[in-house]
């Protein structure tokens, strides 16, 4: 059997006319009886708002809680990373200013790789026509002729750096030292360089073809900053 809700029964009573009682004065309670039970039942049909978004997240994340657990015998793996290197500057060499930052600059100036063997190779070769404790000589390491104003390379520049750029100037433009510029620019070893420097009309001498090359190490002297 199915049971009368409520709020139907006492509305039937309500509505059940009294004995005795004035129909208008009836009539009133009946109407105001009849609204009463009409919001009561408006308000126990309408369903409850939907919950927020904050919640709905809140009952997702408590439902589908996970875990992590980490074995205390796991092993830390290596991690390789790259390595780099700088090649320093016109302006640091410039301000470091000794014979082995000016062998750089030629380079720099050549576009070549720079590398120990090279600049070892060019100090030496300065250490052969200046000396090392004099190499910044009429600003002329190499007692270069081109565009130094003097003929067998006893003219001078401006600067040392100058004095680099036409160094590197001149193996690239004159076809007899076509092999220096080459040996520089494939980074080859210091025996293949010093024997392109021989075999070039650099020196006129060639330098005894090596014979009086010397490979003591070269010391490292700065030039005076008016060199510069």
Do not use: C
Request: net charge positive; proline share 7%; glycine share 8%.
């Amino acid at each position: 059997m199915t049971s009368t809700p409520f709020f139907l029964v006492a509305l039937r009573s309500a509505l059940r006319p009294p004995l005795g009682r004035p129909r208008m004065r009836y009539r009133l309670a009946v109407g105001a009886t009849l609204a009463t039970f009409s919001l009561v039942a408006i308000f126990a049909l309408v369903p409850p708002p939907p919950p927020s978004a904050a919640k709905v997240l809140d009952a997702y994340i408590t439902a589908h809680a996970q875990k992590l657990a980490v074995s205390e015998d796991v092993a830390v793996a290596g991690v390789n990373r790259d390595r780099y290197s700088a090649t320093a500057g016109v302006n640091t060499l410039v301000a470091s200013g000794t014979n082995y930052d000016w062998a750089r600059l030629v380079i720099l100036a050549g576009g070549w790789p720079v590398n120990d063997t090279s600049v070892t190779v060019l100090v030496r070769w300065m250490r052969q026509e200046n000396g090392a404790d004099n190499w910044w000589n009429r600003n002329n390491p190499l007692n270069n002729g081109y565009g130094s104003g003097g003929g067998g390379g006893t003219g001078s520049y401006a600067n040392l750096e100058i004095a680099a750029q036409k160094a590197a100037e001149m193996l690239h433009r004159n076809p007899g030292m076509s092999s220096i510029a080459a040996a520089f620019a494939s980074a080859a070893p210091s025996t293949v360089i010093e024997q392109a420097i021989w075999a070039s009309p650099w020196a006129s001498s060639h330098y005894g073809n090596g014979s009086r090359w010397h490979y003591t190490p070269v010391a490292m002297v700065k030039a005076p900053a008016g060199a510069w």
